[in-house]
């Protein structure tokens, strides 16, 4: 079975893995309020990996919103790009 774009289960299982390693829960300064978040708290490694292996739950969003939202996380990611993030 392949998870996000046909990635196998050992490459998810990396991705698990490196993502456990490099994003601290909680983070090592109090510069983020996400942890104190009750929804956020319900995250796990283990769903998050779940989810990227099954695709599920699918959300579906209109195309006109998803358009919108799209352009602020390009941004992002070329804001780190030029940062060498």
């Not at 309020?33 to 099954?54: I, Q």
């Amino acid at each position: 079975m392949a998870g996000i774009r046909g990635l196998s289960r050992l490459n998810l299982w990396i991705l698990f893995l490196k993502l456990s390693r490099i994003i601290p829960a909680p983070p090592n300064d109090t510069s983020c309020g996400c942890n104190d978040c009750n929804f956020m708290k319900l995250n796990t490694l283990e769903k998050v990996y779940n989810a990227l292996l099954y695709e599920q739950p699918e959300i579906i969003i209109d195309e006109e919103i998803r358009k919108r939202a799209e352009k602020p996380i390009k941004k992002m990611l070329e804001i780190s790009k030029k940062l060498g993030l």
